[in-house]
């Protein structure tokens, strides 16, 4: 499965690859976009998740880019 995620800051559109199956938890999104997940902030199809949550084929994945200013 191909799962689509669109990055902020920037907008970027990344494919990831996350194997053959029906799911996967967004923990395995993160580690192969290279994101821990106190880093980011995600959204599945517009509702904020966490880590645990899963991800299906179809779904919009947007991660949000934590920034912390002094």
Do not use: H, Q
Request: aromatic share 8%; no cysteine.
């Amino acid at each position: 499965m191909i799962v689509e995620v669109v990055t902020y800051p920037g907008g970027e559109l990344v494919k990831v690859d996350v194997g053959s199956k029906d799911f996967v938890p967004v923990a395995v999104v993160l580690r192969r976009l290279g994101y821990r997940p106190y880093e980011v902030v995600v959204t599945v199809n517009g509702e904020l998740v966490t880590e645990d949550d899963v991800v299906r084929d179809g779904d919009l994945v947007e991660v949000y880019k934590v920034m912390s200013v002094g």
